[in-house]
């Protein structure tokens, strides 16, 4: 079939719950992707943040097909040699105690929110306890991550979401104290909002959260889905700010294209909430996605990957902002390290398939910003590539 006939195939067989452009990818190289009909496109999208190495990186390659080979999927009733190792790490780069393994990044929200749920009810035994979240946040489709993302055009369609949720606004500390009651056991938020339009938590924003939640023994629960794994120069993006979370999720480049999340706790959560038979998973940490989440650490840290995010962070930053001043119909940019937002007066998505007819491949965040999320390897020479024909897309 060509690459027509497939685009066909596909929207008679999937359901149609993506407006998808024209392409059928093929196969990837470090920063390029190929389409069936082998044209070559510069990659700033990284599957959404995932792909941090690059495609077909020789070593996850060979450690997956190792792995492979050995053992794919046991259960959690055994252990297994890649999930001891992929957790030891995790918890050393994340400074957090206790690890559990999901399948994605909304698994990992829903465990956030159990463990948080069961932390207040072995405290108190009340059953009714509520949780705070930030408007226009993104935490996932499933209900219970549904219920704490903050765009009620996700949620509408599919109420009742679950009980005791509220709102308050990213950055505005009243907003947030407005929201804590006697029930509130946790709050939770991305620290950079992904979807909801590149925007940091700011550090003193966040220290006031965190003084918040010490002083009336709320949780706090940082989704770093997005924004962690090194994408803001630092592994989490928390750690900017000398302030922990209590709960933390990741996923995305966690196991860089192989499915899988986590949720981390601290030491004091993690023997005071879930105990054995409150929360499980058929494939969460089996060994092929514990192969992966090792393979990449070991990899972030022997190809200095943050260290190489702060040099081009910066460039990418200078040079969306050089952007900014050409184009009026740009008015803001945002973001932190390689995970950066152009925001225009106007929707983006004929720019987008513009620069997809010129070879470069960006996404959207909302209608109106383009989202810059490329793989943490990128050169500067790619940035300079990729401004070169993003100026073209927004120009003609
Ligand atoms: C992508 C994302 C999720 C959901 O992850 P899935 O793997 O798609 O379930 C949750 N939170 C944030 C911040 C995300 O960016």
Redesign the pocket.
Known sequence: MNMQEYIEAAESALLHTYNRYQIVFDKGQDVYLYDMEGKKYLDFVAG?AVFALGYCNEEYNHALKTQIDKLIHTSNYYYNIPAVNAAGKLKEVSGMDRVFFTN????A?EGAIKAARKYAYLKDGRTDHEIIAMNHS????TMG?LSVTGNPKYREAFEPMIGNIRFGDLNDIESVRRQVTDKTCGIIM?TVQ??GGLLPAEEGFLREVKALCEERDILLIL?E??CGMGRTGYMYAWQRYGIKPDIM?T??ALGCGVPV?AFLMTEKVGQNSLAAGDHGTTYGGNPLACAAVEKVLDLFEKNHIIEHVREVGPYLEQRLEELKEKYHCIVERRGVGLMQGLVFDRSVSDIINRALEGGLVLINAGTNIIRFVPPLIISKENVDEMIAILDNSIGS
Do not use: L, N, P
């Not at 993104?138 to 489709?141: I, L, P, S």
């Open positions: 959404i994605s990044g909304a698994e929200v993104f935490h996932g489709r991550a991305e992904g979807e989704d889905i997005q999720t996923a995305k999340g």
